[in-house]
């Protein structure tokens, strides 16, 4: 046994000469390249078993607009110290300006503000656990009014997510604010059409294959953008379903003095209830679509009035809706 061992090793020994006069020695390949980050990303991705966040970068502003594009846009965000415009007051605003074509095209990002204000009052603990905006943060700032005029009255449309929320808000607040056509991004674009389950921004955002720094309105402002803007199929995208819906007339019908017996039928079809301090009538009220207008009559006139009764309408545009 230990003849044949050494034998063995006598062999490799034998073939080093060798390997010196003829071949040299055996030179190591070169390592590939290690995959990029995007390239792991895909793996990943393409295994079936992994679903990647990517980060979402906001657009630069652009030096030159693009031709075709004549209409501006401006999507904004407003973090305040509570839900009542009445009382409570903004303490940050964002927006980001686009251009956008008549048929809904998005172009360039062509200006950005964001702002921090200091309240009249101290920041709940519970707006700062939400928004990461503290005392210290806000104290001494004001926001500059003619950066954000600026934008705002230029703009075609004001998009928020949730504008019956920041048009309140923002009109309290300046009165740059009034007189501008709102669109709201939560109910005037049908999102479950759409594949999302949900319509808050970060459902949104998630949904889409990405992550961003929420609940900081400038953040939020280019991630929203982002989502209006994405494309799914030979589809249009979700700005241009906004943009589409915002110029259509809708119809708010007050079943004004309706029988009380009948609340429970008026809620189930999605009545609300206005109890007059808001300036509206004290009454259910709903909101439709122009092409939907006769439908509502007639179910008000046979299934609740039993009587041919002419409830207060009111027609609602884009410079109408949205507001407190």
């Given at each position: 046994?230990?003849?044949?061992?050494?034998?063995?090793?006598?062999?490799?020994?034998?073939?080093?000469?060798?390997?010196?006069?003829?071949?040299?020695?055996?030179?190591?390949?070169?390592?590939?390249?290690?995959?990029?980050?995007?390239?792991?990303?895909?793996?990943?991705?393409?295994?079936?078993?992994?679903?990647?966040?990517?980060?979402?970068?906001?657009?630069?502003?652009?030096?030159?607009?693009?031709?075709?594009?004549?209409?501006?846009?401006?999507?904004l965000?407003?973090?305040?110290?509570?839900?009542?415009?009445?009382?409570?007051?903004?303490?940050?605003?964002?927006?980001?300006?686009?251009t956008?074509?008549?048929?809904?095209?998005?172009?360039?990002?062509?200006?950005?503000?964001?702002?921090?204000?200091?309240?009249?009052?101290?920041?709940?603990?519970?707006?700062t656990?939400?928004?990461?905006?503290?005392?210290?943060?806000?104290e001494?700032?004001?926001?500059?009014?003619?950066?954000?005029?600026?934008?705002?009255?230029p703009?075609?449309?004001?998009?928020?997510?949730?504008?019956?929320?920041?048009?309140?808000?923002?009109?309290?607040f300046?009165?740059i604010?009034?007189?501008k056509?709102?669109?709201?991004s939560?109910?005037?674009?049908?999102?479950?059409?759409?594949?999302?389950?949900?319509?808050?921004?970060?459902?949104?955002?998630?949904?889409?294959?990405?992550?961003?720094?929420?609940?900081?309105?400038?953040?939020?402002?280019?991630?929203?953008?982002?989502?209006?803007?994405?494309?799914?199929?030979?589809?249009?995208?979700?700005?241009?379903e906004?943009?589409?819906?915002?110029?259509?007339?809708?119809?708010?019908?007050?079943?004004?003095?309706?029988?009380?017996?009948?609340?429970?039928?008026?809620?189930?079809?999605?009545?609300?209830?206005?109890?007059?301090?808001?300036?509206?009538?004290?009454?259910?009220?709903?909101?439709?679509?122009?092409?939907?207008?006769?439908?509502?009559?007639?179910f008000?006139?046979?299934?609740?009035?039993?009587?041919?009764?002419?409830?207060?309408?009111?027609?609602?545009?884009?410079?109408?809706?949205?507001?407190?």
């Open positions: 046994m230990s003849v044949h061992r050494d034998s063995q090793l006598d062999m490799f020994a034998k073939a080093s000469p060798a390997m010196a006069e003829g071949r040299g020695p055996s030179r190591r390949r070169p390592s590939p390249p290690a995959p990029s980050a995007e390239d792991m990303a895909r793996a990943l991705e393409e295994s079936g078993n992994y679903r990647i966040l990517r980060k979402l970068a906001a657009r630069p502003v652009a030096v030159a607009r693009q031709p075709g594009f004549s209409r501006l846009g401006v999507i965000d407003t973090e305040t110290t509570g839900l009542n415009h009445r009382s409570d007051e903004i303490i940050e605003i964002g927006a980001v300006a686009f956008f074509s008549d048929d809904g095209a998005v172009g360039d990002v062509v200006g950005i503000y964001g702002g921090l204000q200091q309240p009249s009052r101290p920041i709940p603990p519970d707006i656990r939400l928004t990461g905006i503290t005392e210290a943060m806000v001494g700032q004001v926001i500059d009014m003619a950066s954000l005029s600026a934008l705002i009255e703009a075609d449309l004001i998009i928020a997510h949730n504008a019956g929320f920041d048009r309140p808000f923002c009109e309290a300046s009165p604010f009034a007189g056509a709102w669109a709201c939560v109910s005037e674009i049908d999102w479950s059409a759409r594949g999302f389950e949900g319509t808050k921004l970060g459902y949104l955002v998630g949904q889409a294959g990405y992550f961003h720094e929420g609940h900081r309105a400038v953040d939020d402002c280019h991630a929203l953008l982002e989502i209006l803007d994405r494309q799914q199929g030979d589809g249009e995208s979700p700005f241009a906004l943009y589409r819906a915002s110029q259509r007339c809708r119809i708010r019908i007050f079943a004004e003095h309706s029988p009380f017996e009948m609340k429970d039928h008026l809620k189930a079809r999605g009545y609300r209830w206005s109890d007059g301090s808001d300036g509206r009538l004290k009454s259910w009220w709903i909101e439709v679509g122009e092409d939907d207008l006769g439908g509502e009559l007639s008000l006139r046979s299934e609740i009035y039993r009587w041919e009764a002419d409830p207060p309408l009111v027609r609602l545009t884009a410079f109408d809706r949205f507001k407190a």
